[in-house]
């Protein structure tokens, strides 16, 4: 950990922490007054622990009183690994995730998952940890501290004048909700009607990932998780659009999925953000669909100059051991890596003014540069 | 074996170079010759179990074994000084130079499922170098008979092959990475 | 304390023949009397040692029982022998003409950690058929020592194990059922 990064943020000053190693997202919020939020958990590749537990201890942070509530935007592995671990040591905060992950075909399928192993379960596997953390202390007569959200709750609420606070969730819609139901059904149906065990057939719960928007005194942010967008107004960002505006744009913005252009829509940059303003990513470094492409940079930075990245999205091939080395580079097979290196970007301003965030990147971060 | 094995007692059967299949009266065994025939291994007794529904199964175990070089002589007897020091009994008891020659440690996890774990360490006694040393393990569960839960014991045994797999390979490998860790910790002899 | 790693390159890479196998046993055979640990066995037990007795509970006690004699393998000289030196574990993400994109985890791994384009020349035309999202494989390379031959061998080789059973799936029902109530809390 670099040595400017162990200073915490002052009381009347919002923090966004985004880590981000390639593949993986956590986001660590100062709330202002030593309140702190965490959504989506990814891990520290030196310490093998959830980044945003790493961080806060090496700041200082108390972290069974201060983290307050900790969102589990969606359950897949990128956003969703070390989250059993991170819950079990804030004691105290609440943890969130979609309504949509109430569905009995969804629990039915995390039940299954638990029976495999390996590469097999991964995001499935961590929220069934989750789930039976909760369990336990349930079974100690503590109050469970699960709670599920949609499109208008509110998550957090904080009238003090001086540390105005609020944060809501702008979705899932019922639409979403709708179509997340149906999904899992099918998946559950394919998972048992197959003839061989297999993994967990991919999902996609972008569409039930939950989009925060949070206001803390004068301050804005848009929080996009993976949410994607539909071509009907019911679903996805167009159903965030459609609904009624807030008072004010937000003067941050952490970039729907990777900076995909299925988590884009015009509509947001115009609608919801105030122009020019700050927006982060994190990366999404996979052979399948390797995010963001640089068509995706070009198309972002034609939004806003003021871009970051968590760490660049590149593959890296694997130097194996031999003879797996030489014997799978005559066959023209490459092992890439799914990248662990930390990238941090650390977003700060106070509550009380519209000043300029004041940006900083550690490890592989950086700006968007055409 | 040159072909195919059969009797009432007993038949024997080559699957490809790496299967072999043993099939007693009372008892079937599957084994691999090596690791690469493990994956073929699981999903075959996976699948003559899942078609002999009615098999009075009692128990079924899986089974791993493991064969490492010590570095050189002095580690090789220092895995049996580690596991079954001399000086205390052993040298008092004994005329000469005792040394292990076979250990057996068993232990019991209550599960679900209930398992079984043997583990099995022993020098192996071929010319040296290089000097070997065998670490088997099996890892079973008894089946109960006769259910008031009318449970198919060759479907608990599937279960057991496709869940437990893994479990018994962990296992494996930690006895190995704990021994060896602890033999190279332990310092050389004068 | 060693670490896995390098116990790998040490251990495994020396590995004469980690050769699992499955016994399954039905009747009456092969069995020995032994004493085994049955934590359930509550015993109480006065002892007597230099003049002084005592007398304690002991929770869970060996006992004797009929156990199941498995056989311990000899070591023979094999004329096969494989050297594993890389292991995977792989989960099919995306099918496409090229081959099969995966996810692939080493043993003790919860993530994945590496990914790979498996060309379809490399699968078993036997097991194309499986090779759809979501099947698991495993994909060992090494070294096959085969009757005096040494030859560098990458494997892939298909799981097939039988669906979830009626017992899983309602066990799974059931595990279902107390997480949705943890929800209604």
């Known amino acids: 950990m670099i040595e400017a990064l162990r200073d915490r943020p002052a009381n009347d000053e919002i923090e966004i922490s985004l880590f981000g190693p390639g593949y993986g997202e956590s986001i660590v919020l100062h709330l202002g007054g030593g309140r702190w939020c965490v959504v989506d958990s990814c891990l520290d590749k030196d310490t093998g622990r959830a980044a945003a537990l790493v961080y806060l201890e090496e700041i200082g942070v108390d972290l069974q009183r201060q983290v307050e509530i900790i969102v589990c935007t969606h359950w897949h592995d990128d956003h969703i690994r070390g989250m059993a671990s991170l819950l079990a040591a804030c004691q105290n905060a609440r943890f969130i995730c979609s309504s949509s992950l109430r569905e009995s075909a969804f629990l039915q399928i995390v039940a299954l998952s638990e029976t495999i192993r390996g590469a097999h379960g991964g995001g499935l596997n ?3 940890r989750v789930l039976q953390q909760i369990m336990m202390r349930r079974h100690c007569n503590e109050p469970s501290p699960l709670e599920t959200c949609h499109a208008g709750s509110v998550l957090l609420e904080r009238r003090d004048e001086s540390l105005p606070l609020k944060i809501a969730s702008l979705s899932p819609s019922d639409t979403d909700h709708k179509r997340m139901s149906e999904t899992f059904a099918e998946k559950r149906n394919q998972l048992l009607s197959s003839e061989y065990k297999q993994s967990v057939p991919t999902m996609h719960p972008n569409l039930g990932s939950i989009v925060l928007r949070v206001e803390i005194g004068k301050q804005m942010i848009l929080l996009g998780a993976d949410m994607e967008s539909r071509k009907s107004k019911t679903g996805g960002w167009s159903a965030i659009l459609s609904q009624a505006p807030a008072a004010s744009k937000a003067d941050f913005y952490k970039i729907a999925h990777h900076g995909s252009n299925t988590g884009d829509m015009p509509g947001i940059w115009t609608e919801l953000l105030v122009p020019d303003c700050p927006a982060v990513l994190t990366p999404n470094q996979r052979l399948a669909n390797p995010l963001p492409r640089v068509t995706d940079v070009e198309r972002i930075l034609r939004r ?6 968590t760490a660049p999205a ?3 091939r694997k130097r194996l051991e031999q003879p797996a080395e030489r014997l799978l580079r005559h066959k023209d097979i490459a092992v890439y890596e799914i990248p662990s290196s930390q990238g941090h970007l650390r977003a700060r301003v106070s509550i009380h003014t519209k000043d300029v965030w004041k940006i900083h990147t550690y490890g592989r971060a950086f700006q968007l540069a055409p | 074996m040159a072909g195919p094995l059969i009797t009432p007692d007993l038949s024997r059967c080559e699957i490809g170079p790496e299967i072999t299949v043993e099939c007693q009266t009372n008892r079937l065994t599957l084994n691999a010759v090596t690791t690469l025939g493990e994956e073929r291994l699981r999903s075959l007794a996976a699948a003559i179990l ?3 529904p009615h098999t009075p199964i009692t128990a079924v175990g899986i089974n791993h074994l493991h064969v490492f070089d010590a570095r050189n002589e002095d580690e090789w007897h220092r895995v049996g000084d580690l596991l079954v020091p001399k000086d205390e009994i052993w040298s008092k008891a004994m005329i000469g130079r005792p040394g292990m020659a076979l250990l057996r440690v068993e232990d019991f996890r209550p599960g679900p499922p209930p398992v079984r774990v043997w583990a099995t360490i022993e020098p192996v006694r071929e010319s040296h170098p290089p000097y070997r040393i065998a670490i088997h393990t099996n890892w079973h569960t008894d089946i109960p008979q006769n259910s008031s839960d009318n449970i ?4 608990i045994a599937t279960e057991f092959v496709a869940t437990q797999w893994e479990l018994s390979l962990d296992f494996a490998r930690n006895l190995a990475k704990t021994l060896f860790g602890k033999v190279r910790a332990t310092p050389a002899s004068a | 304390m060693t670490d896995v790693s390098s116990l790998d390159s040490y251990a495994y890479s020396n590995q004469l023949g980690s ?7 039905s009747g009456d055979t092969d069995f020995a009397d032994a004493m085994i640990y049955d934590p359930a066995q ?13 007398s304690h509970t002991q929770h869970g006690s060996f006992v004797r029982r009929r156990i199941m004699n498995f056989p311990v393998a000899r070591i023979q000289k094999k004329r096969r022998n494989f050297r594993e030196t890389s292991s995977w574990e792989g989960v099919v993400t995306q099918v496409s003409d090229e081959g099969v994109i995966a996810k692939l985890c080493r043993r003790y791994q919860d993530f994945p950690a590496e990914e790979a384009l498996i060309p379809w020349g490399e699968i078993d035309p036997a097991d194309q058929a499986l090779a759809k999202e979501g099947a698991m494989f495993s994909w060992k390379v090494g070294y096959l020592e085969n009757n005096g031959q040494r030859l560098s061998v990458s494997h892939i080789e298909f799981r097939r194990i039988p669906s979830f059973s009626a017992r899983e799936l309602a066990a799974a029902k059931m595990k279902a059922a107390e997480y949705s109530a943890l929800f209604h809390d």
């Open chain 3, 42 to 54: 509550n015993k109480d037990t006065a002892f007597e040692f230099n003049g002084e007795s005592s």
């Open chain 2, 152 to 155: 198919n014991p060759a479907e």
């Open chain 1, 126 to 128: 961590e929220f069934a």
């Open chain 2, 50 to 52: 899942v078609k002999l």
């Open chain 3, 19 to 25: 050769a699992p196998s499955v016994l399954t046993s």
């Open chain 1, 304 to 309: 806003t100059p003021n871009a970051f990245a």
């Open chain 1, 314 to 316: 590149s593959l890296k």
